[in-house]
């Protein structure tokens, strides 16, 4: 599984791909009755001696999740060969990303998003030859960033989201975003089995403002 260019960083997150159950990612089960099915692509790229994380902004008109920080990835259409195809078609179509620029890794273990019912794959994948990202679908997308893996484990900015319903959840403050919910809890533990993270101040709490009427939020 292990490629001759990928960089060291990268290696011991591999390694971990064949062993991951869903539990070790998230803390919902996956309900057997979902039948909506996605793909995101969790795209890292180098950055002078580490990393960087491709994350977008999606469009503050959306139903679904309007104006959150995500995965480029979207719905499992007919004609798709693999989820790793649904999810390197999607950000393709999103931000303009060349599949070929694009080594795909491996598929992280199914999980799932209680407000939108989806039952989503996460697609490791290593960005070797990056490239401006311009072809951007301003109708799904407002904004894609490229973030520093030193900036999200750095412990300034890392905090707890609490959720209008109570919960908690981990959480990022980056770039003038609140990364947040299923894209948030993701990268935490990520960077866990990774072995990147770096002990943070968990008293750090950020209170989510309530959504607006008729809109999707992943909790």
Request: glycine share 6%; net charge negative; proline share 9%.
């Amino acid at each position: 599984m292990l490629n001759i260019a990928t960089p060291e960083w990268l290696k011991p997150l591999i390694a971990r791909v064949p062993d991951l159950i869903a539990s070790d990612l998230s803390r919902h089960e996956v309900p057997d009755e979902s039948t909506r099915e996605a793909a995101v692509l969790v795209l890292f790229g180098p950055r002078d001696n580490f990393g960087e994380l491709v994350i977008i902004e999606r469009a503050s008109h959306l139903k679904a999740h309007p104006g959150q920080p995500a995965f480029p990835g979207g719905r499992v259409e007919e004609g798709d060969s693999s989820l790793a195809q649904t999810a390197l078609r999607e950000a393709r179509e999103e931000i303009g990303l060349d599949p070929k620029s694009v080594e795909v890794l491996g598929e992280l273990p199914q999980l799932w998003i209680p407000p939108s019912n989806f039952k989503v794959t996460p697609v490791l994948a290593w960005w070797h030859t990056p490239h401006e990202l311009k072809d951007i679908d301003t109708n799904e997308v407002q904004c894609v960033h490229r973030i520093s893996l030193n900036d999200l484990i750095n412990p300034a900015n890392r905090i707890r989201v609490r959720h209008i319903n109570g919960s908690f959840g981990p959480g990022f403050t980056v770039e003038s975003m609140l990364i947040w919910g299923f894209t948030g809890g993701l990268i935490s533990r990520l960077m866990d089995i990774a072995g990147w993270a770096t002990p943070w101040d968990e008293s750090k709490i950020v209170e989510l403002p309530a959504p607006a009427p008729n809109t999707e939020v992943t909790s």
